[in-house]
C-alpha cells in the first residue's frame, strides 16, 4: 500500500458531508439516513477517518463504554480506493487502538464482509439463543 494514504481519530478531519453521502445513499444498512443522525452518531463514537492526503476516503466508528463492550459500524472505503488494502489497515488500526483493549466483547453487523472481520478473530455468533433485538429497518424512511 503507498505511504500516501493514514487513518486520524481527529474529529476536526472528519469530512461529514462525505460520510453522509456514502451512508445515505450508498450504505445498505442506512440508506436515507438524515443528516443529523450521522452528525449525532459521529459525536458519540470514537470515530476513526481513512485519509488519501488530506482527503478522506473512509471511515468507521466504534461505539463504546471503552471498559467492556465496542460495537463496530459504519465501516467503509469509498469505491474508488477499495482493492488497495484500506479495510484491513482501517480494522488493525481500531483492534489495536490503546482505548478499545481489554474489552470483553466486541460486536458488528455485516452483511458482506465476514472474511474481512474473520481475519481479525472475529467469528460468528456462537449461542444466539442468548441474542435478542429490537430492529426497524425502515426507520430512516418514516423521517
Not at 7 to 35: G, K, Q, V
Not at 44 to 53: A, Q
Not at 59 to 71: L, N
Not at 123 to 143: F, G, H, P
Request: charged share 30%; net charge negative.
Amino acid at each position: 500500500m503507498e505511504n500516501k494514504y493514514h487513518i486520524s481519530t481527529e474529529y476536526r478531519r472528519l469530512d461529514i458531508d462525505m460520510i453522509h453521502e456514502f451512508l445515505s445513499t450508498e450504505a445498505y444498512w442506512s440508506l436515507n439516513i438524515p443528516r443529523e443522525k450521522v452528525v449525532k452518531s459521529i459525536k458519540n463514537s470514537l470515530c476513526f477517518g481513512v485519509y488519501e492526503e488530506a482527503k478522506q476516503v473512509g471511515f468507521a466508528r466504534v461505539i463504546t463504554d471503552f471498559s467492556t463492550i465496542a460495537y463496530l459500524g459504519d465501516v467503509f472505503i469509498l469505491e474508488s480506493h477499495r482493492g488497495k488494502g484500506l479495510s484491513k489497515l482501517l480494522i488493525e488500526t481500531i483492534m489495536s487502538h490503546e482505548d478499545l483493549q481489554g474489552l470483553r466483547r466486541w460486536i458488528l453487523l455485516t452483511g458482506d464482509a465476514h472474511e474481512l472481520y474473520k481475519k481479525y478473530g472475529w467469528k460468528e455468533i456462537a449461542d444466539q439463543r442468548v441474542w435478542m433485538e429490537l430492529n426497524d429497518s425502515n426507520v430512516y424512511r418514516k423521517e
